[in-house]
């Protein structure tokens, strides 16, 4: 019975969480808010964001997630989306929804702002920033004069077992297609089950590939070249280093983060006036500066150590292709890379 | 007399029905996410064709091995701390209870990575021993990883359940056995095995489910199970995706069925009673500190050091972002609150909507009672994001009231209790079929009501049992991700969803502050709503 008695003070505080609930719920989902869906993360973008709601008096609401998650889950709500805008770290959950008819197509004012490299050749996307394919590798354990100048070498003898690659992430993932589209399914087929044969060690994404090299676990890794930046600002220690592929090597795509419009937005002009703000030059500098990413917008140097996108000369890759996420994951898979 | 007995036992009757129609208007939202699954594999067809590809057996039986082994692990594990914490004289008893719950509350994703930084090759803990020359640990990957780390983030399924059943048990058998001159093993053997068995048994189920639904543990530790071939395939092939986690579904429950059948439901009366039993260790201290030091060390204290680690590096590194917890940890405020709201009434909500479910379990051998624990049951081992996206479907396709929930907190409260109400049900379960039925009929005989009798019997015996699945459906809900990221309302930061974003992008010092603020709040609570409530019971 004493313990019984008790149960005062836990009633109470049902009692006051129902309040704080109901008040709660009150103020959640505002109507005449522009509703964002953005893979791209509160820590990287936030502050971007809130500029933006700022500069141009509208109101948001942000839902941060995991890109391919948000792009199920948009692909469940269908028409009675709430939200205006998608904006995913790949192209690849982009595509998905676009192959399921959910995004209205961009003005052309918009798409001029961006090399149609970047973009959907429907229009129903654009880049806004981009991430570019390397090799981390760790410089106490590998000499430079080791170090491919293609990725397709990775496939030789002297890179047995010594290369980490993340099959599941989507970015590897974007390559892989753009692999597919610039040297053919074959040529594709072979360099990924060369990797397989060749003892690749898989990863579960990027930041386990880029700790790993710097803990010397394995030699080297692919992944976008973002990652190992932000290691070596927590840890300037790390023996952890980029590599870039020579120019015009697949292994150097660039990848883009994308920005759509639903096509069950109402409110169209306010989501297209909101990505021509990512494409600003206040934006793009944002990236470049803040993020280490490449702005996609006519004109924006990248960050210092990142080089300019101009030298880069990535391989010129036609991305609609990009969307067969489907057939790359077959792929993959047939390969015996698990 | 006779006219009074008919009468009360008309009233059983009429209860019993009360009962079941409560129970199944209860289970109507537990069976949405199975029939979201059904009805999607209807419209994208393809079921059968997926579910007898050869390729997926592989991936099917290193589940079923992953979560059978874990869960017997576990149970070895929990059963033993949890008697070490409630019948022994260890030292520094009263603390280690508040820290062995809280292992439970690290997600995965951050859990396993951490776990990986401190004991993989090359990683802090080789480091260290390097100085004193030893090297070459081995691997932490595959089925040996795997097992490991999820063995020492959920073996509080098991704990929690046994600590409060071995709080609630009276320790007057024990002394008799002991008396009768059976040594501390054999007591356990034959005392405390089969009083506590059938929680035991409940716990063990938990972490079989939760391994079978975990995602983040499996893909970073490169185990390739069921749910890793979910995840890989839904957004490239959701027909695939959407007949694997049926398949999930369906698994589940006949594994709940089954784990029904073998263990029993009958567990025999036994009241609390008098003050806690105390066994010496003896020669036996020793080994029993090593053993909870070693599991707290490798649970516990391990992450942790590997947090703070990050923390400070971080610190030191400093940062010009504005929206860094290493510049403002007032940040943490927010979310911190979020959390402990959003979690708090899952836990609340949870045990309440089970209870109805548990009392007709333990009470009657009845098929509502058990087709409604399945389908609760069943809600643990689909993924998080199964949930949200059946979620998603049908509050969008339903009318006024309830499509004005979509993304909205009462509806986010009500996906944990739903997903998460298996951990409420067990312990519950126990609990009820442990409150002896002579006392209710008593009470019932002195003219008691039915509420009257659940206010000043049964819920007050069932409180440890209560509590305990309180706290588990608690810390679960503090660290779930996928569904509060699709079905929080918008701008609704949680501690998990804070420690998510870093982690994405490698913020370390960030991720690793909100993770070292989510095991503090998880601590206080855990603290205020089952271990100091345990104590006031004792």
Same mark, same amino acid.
């Given at each position: 019975?004493?313990?019984?008695?008790?149960?005062?003070?836990?009633?109470?505080? =049902?009692?006051?969480?129902?309040?704080?609930?109901?008040?709660?719920?009150?103020?959640?989902?505002?109507?005449?808010?522009?509703?964002?869906?953005?893979?791209?993360?509160?820590?990287?973008?936030?502050?971007?964001?809130?500029?933006?709601?700022?500069?141009?008096?509208?109101?948001?609401?942000?839902? &941060?997630?995991?890109?391919?998650?948000?792009?199920?889950?948009?692909?469940?709500?269908?028409?009675?989306?709430?939200?205006? =805008?998608?904006?995913?770290?790949?192209?690849?959950?982009?595509?998905?929804?676009?192959?399921?008819?959910?995004?209205?197509?961009?003005?052309?004012?918009?798409?001029?702002? =961006?090399?149609?490299?970047?973009?959907?050749?429907?229009?129903?996307?654009?880049?806004?920033?981009?991430?570019?394919?390397?090799?981390?590798?760790?410089?106490?354990?590998?000499?430079?004069?080791?170090?491919?100048?293609?990725?397709?070498?990775?496939?030789?003898?002297? &890179?047995?077992?010594? =290369?980490?690659?993340?099959?599941?992430?989507?970015?590897?993932?974007?390559?892989?297609?753009a692999m597919r589209d610039i040297e053919g399914e074959e040529a594709t087929a072979?360099?990924?089950?060369?990797?397989?044969?060749?003892?690749?060690?898989? &990863?579960?994404?990027?930041?386990?590939?880029?700790?790993?090299?710097?803990?010397?676990?394995?030699?080297?890794?692919?992944?976008?070249?973002?990652?190992?930046?932000?290691?070596?600002?927590?840890?300037?220690?790390?023996?952890?280093?980029?590599?870039?592929?020579?120019?015009?090597?697949?292994?150097?795509?660039?990848?883009?983060?994308?920005?759509?419009?639903?096509?069950?937005?109402?409110?169209?002009?306010?989501?297209?006036?909101?990505?021509?703000?990512?494409?600003?030059?206040?934006?793009?500098?944002?990236?470049?500066?803040?993020?280490?990413? &490449?702005?996609?917008?006519?004109?924006?140097?990248?960050?210092?150590?990142?080089?300019?996108?101009?030298?880069?000369?990535?391989?010129?890759?036609?991305?609609?292709?990009?969307?067969?996420?489907?057939?790359?994951?077959?792929?993959?898979?047939?390969?015996?890379?698990? | 007399? /006779?006219?009074?007995?008919?009468?009360?036992?008309?009233?059983?009757?009429?209860?019993?029905?009360?009962?079941?129609?409560?129970?199944?208007?209860?289970?109507?939202?537990?069976?949405?996410?199975?029939?979201?699954?059904?009805?999607?594999?209807?419209?994208?067809?393809?079921?059968?064709?997926?579910?007898?590809?050869?390729?997926?057996?592989?991936?099917?039986?290193?589940?079923?091995?992953?979560?059978?082994?874990?869960?017997?692990?576990?149970?070895?594990?929990?059963?033993?701390?949890?008697?070490?914490?409630?019948?022994?004289?260890?030292?520094?008893?009263?603390?280690?209870?508040?820290?062995?719950?809280?292992?439970?509350?690290?997600?995965?994703?951050?859990?396993?990575?951490?776990?990986?930084?401190?004991?993989?090759?090359?990683?802090?803990?080789?480091?260290?021993?390097?100085?004193?020359?030893?090297?070459?640990?081995?691997?932490?990957?595959?089925?040996?990883?795997?097992?490991?780390?999820?063995?020492?983030?959920?073996?509080?399924?098991?704990?929690?359940?046994?600590?409060?059943?071995?709080?609630?048990?009276?320790?007057?058998?024990?002394?008799?056995?002991?008396?009768?001159?059976?040594?501390?093993?054999?007591?356990f053997a034959t005392v405390v095995l089969p009083q506590a068995r059938a929680a035991?048994?409940?716990?063990?189920?938990?972490?079989?489910?939760?391994?079978?639904?975990?995602?983040?543990?499996?893909?970073?530790?490169?185990?390739?199970?069921?749910?890793?071939?979910?995840?890989?395939?839904?957004?490239?092939?959701?027909?695939?995706?959407?007949?694997?986690?049926?398949?999930?579904?369906?698994?589940?429950?006949?594994?709940?069925?089954?784990?029904?059948?073998?263990?029993?439901?009958?567990?025999?009366?036994?009241?609390?009673?008098?003050?806690?039993?105390?066994?010496?260790?003896?020669?036996?201290?020793?080994?029993?500190?090593?053993?909870?030091?070693?599991?707290?060390?490798?649970?516990?204290?391990?992450?942790?050091?590997?947090?703070?680690?990050?923390?400070?590096?971080?610190?030191?590194?400093?940062?010009?972002?504005?929206? /860094?917890?290493?510049?403002?940890?007032?940040?943490?405020?927010?979310?911190?609150?979020?959390?402990?709201?959003?979690?708090?009434?899952?836990?609340?909500?949870?045990?309440?909507?089970?209870?109805?479910?548990?009392?007709?379990?333990?009470?009657?051998?009845?098929?509502?009672? /058990?087709?409604?624990?399945?389908?609760?049951?069943?809600?643990?081992?689909?993924?998080?994001?199964?949930?949200?996206?059946?979620?998603?479907?049908?509050?969008?396709?339903?009318?006024?009231?309830?499509?004005?929930?979509?993304?909205?907190?009462?509806?986010?409260?009500?996906?944990?209790?739903?997903?998460?109400?298996?951990?409420?049900?067990?312990?519950?379960?126990?609990?009820?079929?442990?409150?002896?039925?002579?006392?209710?009929?008593?009470?019932?005989?002195?003219?008691?009501?039915?509420?009257?009798?659940?206010?000043?019997?049964?819920?007050?015996?069932?409180a440890p049992g209560l509590a305990a699945g309180a706290g588990l459906v608690l810390?679960?809900?503090?660290?779930?991700?996928?569904?509060?990221?699709?079905?929080?309302?918008?701008?609704?930061?949680?501690?998990?969803?804070?420690?998510?974003?870093?982690?994405?992008?490698?913020?370390?010092?960030?991720?690793?502050?909100?993770?070292?603020?989510?095991?503090?709040? /998880?601590?206080?609570?855990?603290?205020?709503?089952?271990?100091?409530?345990?104590?006031?019971?004792?």
């Open positions: 019975m004493r313990a019984f008695r008790r149960g005062g003070v836990p009633a109470m505080a =049902v009692a006051a969480l129902l309040v704080a609930i109901l008040a709660a719920s009150g103020c959640g989902g505002d109507r005449d808010a522009l509703t964002i869906y953005s893979g791209r993360t509160e820590d990287l973008v936030g502050p971007l964001l809130e500029r933006f709601s700022e500069e141009q008096g509208v109101p948001i609401d942000v839902r &941060y997630g995991d890109t391919p998650q948000l792009a199920l889950l948009l692909a469940e709500e269908g028409d009675r989306t709430p939200a205006d =805008v998608f904006w995913g770290q790949s192209p690849g959950a982009t595509a998905h929804l676009a192959q399921r008819d959910l995004l209205a197509p961009l003005s052309s004012e918009t798409l001029g702002l =961006v090399n149609p490299r970047f973009e959907d050749p429907q229009g129903l996307w654009t880049g806004t920033s981009g991430r570019q394919r390397v090799l981390v590798y760790n410089s106490e354990t590998v000499a430079q004069d080791g170090l491919p100048r293609s990725v397709h070498e990775l496939t030789r003898p002297e &890179y047995r077992g010594r =290369v980490g690659i993340a099959p599941t992430n989507g970015s590897f993932q974007d390559f892989v297609t072979a360099w990924l089950r060369g990797m397989a044969d060749n003892g690749a060690r898989t &990863y579960a994404n990027n930041n386990a590939i880029v700790e790993a090299v710097g803990r010397g676990e394995i030699d080297m890794g692919l992944v976008n070249h973002y990652y190992n930046h932000r290691f070596l600002q927590e840890d300037p220690s790390l023996p952890s280093r980029n590599h870039r592929f020579e120019d015009g090597d697949i292994g150097g795509l660039l990848i883009p983060s994308s920005a759509s419009v639903l096509a069950a937005s109402d409110k169209k002009e306010e989501a297209e006036a909101f990505i021509r703000f990512l494409l600003s030059k206040e934006a793009q500098e944002y990236f470049a500066d803040e993020t280490f990413e &490449y702005p996609l917008a006519q004109g924006v140097p990248p960050a210092e150590g990142v080089p300019p996108l101009e030298s880069l000369r990535p391989p010129d890759e036609p991305p609609a292709r990009l969307g067969d996420v489907e057939g790359t994951a077959r792929l993959i898979q047939e390969s015996g890379l698990e | 007399m /006779s006219s009074a007995i008919a009468h009360a036992l008309d009233g059983a009757r009429a209860r019993g029905l009360g009962l079941r129609a409560l129970v199944l208007v209860l289970a109507v939202p537990f069976a949405a996410p199975l029939a979201y699954l059904v009805v999607r594999n209807a419209e994208e067809g393809g079921v059968w064709s997926a579910l007898t590809d050869e390729a997926l057996l592989a991936p099917l039986g290193r589940s079923l091995l992953l979560a059978t082994t874990v869960a017997a692990a576990a149970a070895v594990v929990g059963t033993t701390a949890a008697w070490l914490v409630q019948r022994s004289d260890l030292p520094g008893r009263r603390v280690i209870r508040l820290l062995l719950p809280l292992p439970l509350v690290l997600p995965s994703f951050i859990g396993a990575f951490a776990l990986i930084a401190a004991f993989a090759p090359g990683g802090l803990l080789e480091r260290a021993l390097s100085r004193v020359g030893v090297s070459g640990l081995p691997e932490v990957r595959g089925f040996a990883g795997a097992f490991t780390v999820l063995t020492l983030l959920t073996y509080p399924y098991v704990y929690l359940p046994v600590a409060a059943r071995l709080r609630q048990l009276p320790p007057a058998m024990e002394e008799s056995a002991r008396l009768l001159g059976r040594g501390p093993a054999a007591t035991i048994a409940a716990g063990a189920l938990l972490v079989f489910l939760y391994v079978l639904a975990d995602f983040g543990a499996v893909q970073l530790l490169r185990y390739d199970t069921l749910t890793r071939a979910i995840f890989s395939n839904y957004l490239l092939d959701p027909p695939v995706a959407l007949a694997l986690s049926l398949a999930l579904g369906l698994l589940a429950i006949v594994v709940v069925i089954a784990q029904r059948r073998v263990a029993g439901r009958r567990v025999p009366d036994a009241r609390r009673g008098g003050r806690a039993l105390t066994v010496p260790l003896g020669r036996w201290r020793a080994a029993a500190v090593a053993f909870v030091a070693g599991l707290l060390g490798l649970a516990l204290a391990a992450p942790v050091a590997v947090l703070v680690y990050w923390t400070v590096r971080g610190v030191n590194a400093g940062t010009t972002r504005p929206n /860094s917890l290493v510049a403002d940890p007032g940040r943490l405020v927010e979310p911190a609150l979020n959390t402990t709201i959003a979690s708090v009434s899952a836990a609340l909500v949870a045990v309440a909507v089970v209870l109805p479910a548990a009392f007709l379990t333990a009470r009657h051998r009845d098929r509502v009672g /058990s087709g409604a624990a399945a389908l609760v049951t069943g809600g643990f081992a689909l993924p998080g994001l199964v949930i949200a996206l059946a979620l998603a479907f049908w509050t969008l396709r339903s009318p006024g009231l309830i499509g004005a929930l979509y993304q909205t907190l009462p509806l986010l409260v009500g996906a944990y209790a739903l997903h998460f109400g298996a951990l409420a049900l067990a312990p519950a379960q126990v609990a009820a079929g442990s409150v002896p039925r002579r006392l209710d009929d008593a009470a019932r005989t002195l003219g008691r009501g039915r509420l009257a009798r659940l206010a000043t019997v049964d819920l007050p015996l069932m810390l679960s809900a503090m660290k779930e991700l996928p569904v509060t990221l699709l079905l929080a309302p918008a701008g609704f930061p949680t501690l998990a969803t804070r420690i998510w974003s870093s982690t994405e992008d490698a913020f370390w010092a960030d991720a690793s502050i909100a993770a070292l603020a989510l095991l503090a709040v /998880s601590g206080v609570l855990t603290w205020l709503l089952v271990v100091r409530r345990d104590h006031a019971l004792a």
